[in-house]
């Protein structure tokens, strides 16, 4: 099992950036397809981005389209998410995870790992 732990979480205006990180242990990381979720308050855990183990391909929720980037370093068993014009509906706490496999996965329950989860908070 491969062990995730999130980091790069914060406060920001409207309009700011942040970049998420997440590292890996106890697994090959290049054996996974990795992907960030979020969380908000009341709501269920919603997709946002997802890349193959490989990085060569990526996909993203239409509501992260354009403004999100996910990327890896297989190196440094490491996956990234840039987070640009944030907007207060951002607000949520990220999580991400790890699917074994040789494409990438949208579905939470196509995930077998997760991390614990960084808070993101947008102000207006």
């Known amino acids: 099992q491969v062990q995730l732990v999130e980091s790069g979480g914060g406060l920001v205006q409207a309009g700011g950036s942040l970049r998420l990180s997440c590292a890996a242990s106890?697994?090959?990381?290049?054996?996974?397809?990795m992907g960030w979720f979020r969380q908000a308050p009341g709501k269920e855990r919603e997709f946002a981005a997802t890349?193959?183990?490989?990085?060569?391909?990526?996909y993203y929720a239409d509501s992260v389209k354009g403004r999100f980037t996910i990327s890896r370093d297989n190196a440094k068993n490491t996956v990234y998410l840039q987070m640009n014009s944030l907007k207060p509906e951002d607000t949520a706490v990220y999580y991400c995870?790890?699917?074994?496999?040789?494409?990438?996965?949208?579905?939470?329950?196509?995930?077998?790992?997760w991390g614990q989860g960084t808070q993101v908070t947008v102000s207006s």
């Open positions: 890349i193959t183990w490989n990085g060569r391909v990526t």
């Open positions: 106890g697994r090959t990381f290049s054996n996974y397809a």
């Open positions: 995870a790890a699917a074994g496999g040789s494409w990438y996965y949208t579905a939470p329950g196509e995930y077998d790992a």
